[in-house]
């Protein structure tokens, strides 16, 4: 832009802790050495309130950002991290982005992005950012802050207020409805989301999307699968016909407006050795993370009885190795209690974790059991989850289908247990 001078915003910070977002940027507005407004507002929120986003560098240039950006989250339902992905790609690539001089910080409640004209995408491992002239010394204040303050708060102080919203599956509503009238008990019983199944079309889901958005109960989540193709199989068509169904199903969550598909990755048997699963799962999911990427759907493997995965140590270094923010673990707190503590496995799976299914099991017997009936301890998983892990988001039980009185019964039960904070 050559000598010209231009409206510049400086420091704005960002803090993401326990599923709270908080930004604040100190106003400062300078026409070259010179300080022409100290109470600027840098920050806008979005989506409803939903998304928070700041800027520093160039005033008008960050404001044609912020359209942009809004344009985005429409494009794609509300998905932050995909109207990231895109903005920046876009930023990188459009000659006339190009030339745009500002730094964004975006996020909601569960994730944190800096945006650059790069087209880089940064999303900070301690959940804070800061940009601007005094950017560096805001973020390292506020990183030695806010880690002093988890370590000296308790498990009653840091839980107050976090409501983790409840979805259902769809699979558990009654089968005799049409889906709109399936959504509309769901949202009436209290659950404020839904995960979807797996589905024959694009076209098909999309439908199902707007359907449950219109009843406002939007879907978050597909429940894939793959126990029909194991992406362990010595079969390469059984591998081919796997890859394809995955790919089906990315695509189908993105056009119903959901985040995170749900993977067994493997399955060991007498005839696929467990290292073989390992080794082979790795390699066929990671040939379609790209494409996870490009849609802004995240990959999530789950823990279920498969003979697979079956200590949270190993867990937690399957899902490392990929290196990848669009692989992470989907968490069934019922699946461990057989042969373990959920609890542990939650607090060393830690931000790993993208979403949680909600089961309990009484070990004398080994029974599935309705929610608060088993061996699970829940304020321990509240506590854990929660507290020390900071998860915010989306919980789904996995039950039987029932009617609405069942329906109504475990969202009381799911409140009690753990979606609300003690004594809430």
Same mark, same amino acid.
């Given at each position: 832009?050559?000598?010209?001078?231009?409206?510049?915003?400086?420091?704005?910070?960002?803090?993401?802790?326990?599923?709270?977002?908080?930004?604040?940027?100190?106003?400062?507005?300078?026409?070259?050495?010179?300080?022409?407004?100290?109470?600027?507002?840098?920050?806008?929120?979005?989506?409803?309130?939903?998304?928070?986003?700041?800027?520093?560098?160039?005033?008008?240039?960050?404001?044609?950002?912020?359209?942009?950006?809004?344009?985005?989250?429409?494009?794609?339902?509300?998905?932050?991290?995909?109207?990231?992905?895109?903005?920046?790609?876009?930023?990188?690539?459009?000659?006339?982005?190009?030339?745009?001089?500002?730094?964004?910080?975006?996020?909601?409640?569960?994730?944190?992005?800096?945006?650059?004209?790069?087209?880089?995408?940064?999303?900070?491992?301690?959940?804070?950012?800061?940009?601007?002239?005094?950017?560096?010394?805001?973020?390292?204040?506020?990183?030695?802050?806010?880690?002093?303050?988890?370590?000296?708060?308790?498990?009653?102080?840091?839980?107050?207020?976090?409501?983790?919203?409840?979805?259902?599956?769809?699979?558990?509503?009654?089968?005799?409805?049409?889906?709109?009238?399936?959504?509309?008990?769901?949202?009436?019983?209290?659950?404020?989301?839904?995960?979807?199944?797996?589905?024959?079309?694009?076209?098909?889901?999309?439908?199902?999307?707007?359907?449950?958005?219109?009843?406002?109960?939007?879907?978050?989540?597909?429940?894939?699968?793959?126990?029909?193709?194991?992406?362990?199989?010595?079969?390469?068509?059984?591998?081919?016909?796997?890859?394809?169904?995955?790919?089906?199903? &990315?695509?189908?969550? /993105?056009?119903? @407006?959901? $985040?995170?598909?749900? +993977?067994?990755?493997?399955? %060991? !048997?007498?005839?696929?050795?467990?290292?073989?699963?390992?080794?082979?799962?790795?390699?066929?999911?990671?040939?379609?993370?790209?494409?996870?990427?490009?849609?802004?759907?995240?990959?999530?493997?789950?823990?279920?009885?498969?003979?697979?995965?079956?200590?949270?140590?190993?867990?937690?270094?399957?899902?490392?190795?990929?290196?990848?923010?669009?692989?992470?673990?989907?968490?069934?707190?019922?699946?461990?209690?057989?042969?373990?503590?959920?609890?542990?496995?939650?607090?060393?799976?830690?931000?790993?974790?993208?979403?949680?299914? &909600?089961?309990?099991? /009484?070990?004398? @017997?080994? $029974?599935?059991?309705? +929610?608060?009936?088993?061996? %699970? !301890?829940?304020?321990?998983?509240?506590?854990?989850?929660?507290?020390?892990?900071?998860?915010?988001?989306?919980?789904?039980?996995?039950?039987?289908?029932?009617?609405?009185?069942?329906?109504?019964?475990?969202?009381?039960?799911?409140?009690?247990?753990?979606?609300?904070?003690?004594?809430?």
């Amino acid at each position: 832009m050559g000598n010209e001078k231009v409206y510049r915003g400086t420091t704005v910070l960002a803090v993401r802790r326990r599923g709270s977002l908080a930004m604040g940027c100190d106003g400062q507005v300078s026409l070259g050495d010179t300080i022409v407004k100290s109470r600027a507002v840098k920050i806008r929120t979005m989506a409803e309130g939903r998304i928070l986003a700041g800027f520093a560098g160039s005033v008008a240039d960050a404001l044609t950002l912020f359209e942009k950006f809004e344009g985005k989250l429409e494009s794609f339902s509300g998905n932050t991290a995909r109207a990231v992905v895109e903005l920046a790609r876009d930023w990188r690539m459009d000659r006339m982005l190009r030339r745009l001089e500002a730094i964004l910080i975006v996020g909601d409640r569960e994730r944190l992005f800096l945006l650059s004209g790069s087209g880089e995408v940064i999303e900070p491992d301690d959940d804070v950012l800061g940009v601007g002239s005094g950017g560096q010394y805001a973020a390292a204040a506020a990183a030695m802050t806010a880690g002093a303050a988890t370590l000296g708060a308790g498990a009653q102080e840091t839980s107050e207020g976090v409501h983790l919203p409840k979805a259902i599956q769809y699979s558990m509503l009654p089968g005799d409805l049409s889906d709109a009238e399936k959504f509309r008990m769901a949202r009436s019983c209290g659950f404020e989301g839904v995960e979807a199944v797996t589905m024959e079309s694009v076209d098909a889901a999309t439908r199902l999307g707007d359907l449950a958005r219109e009843a406002g109960t939007p879907v978050h989540s597909m429940t894939f699968g793959g126990w029909g193709a194991p992406l362990s199989s010595p079969d390469p068509e059984v591998i081919k016909q796997g890859l394809t169904d995955l790919e089906l199903a &990315l695509r189908c969550t /993105k056009a119903m @407006g959901g $985040e995170v598909v749900l +993977l067994v990755p493997a399955v %060991v !048997n007498e005839s696929v050795r467990y290292v073989e699963a390992y080794e082979r799962s790795q390699k066929h999911i990671r040939t379609l993370l790209p494409l996870a990427e490009e849609l802004g759907i995240v990959i999530a493997v789950e823990n279920v009885w498969n003979n697979f995965l079956l200590s949270p140590i190993e867990f937690a270094r399957y899902v490392d190795e990929f290196e990848s923010p669009w692989l992470k673990a989907y968490f069934d707190v019922g699946n461990v209690v057989a042969f373990g503590w959920p609890q542990d496995w939650i607090r060393t799976l830690d931000d790993r974790i993208a979403r949680v299914h &909600l089961k309990d099991f /009484k070990r004398d @017997g080994r $029974e599935w059991t309705n +929610l608060g009936e088993g061996d %699970v !301890n829940w304020p321990e998983i509240r506590a854990s989850l929660v507290d020390e892990v900071g998860y915010a988001t989306w919980i789904t039980p996995e039950l039987p289908s029932g009617d609405e009185e069942y329906l109504r019964d475990l969202v009381a039960r799911i409140d009690r247990l753990i979606a609300l904070p003690p004594g809430a």
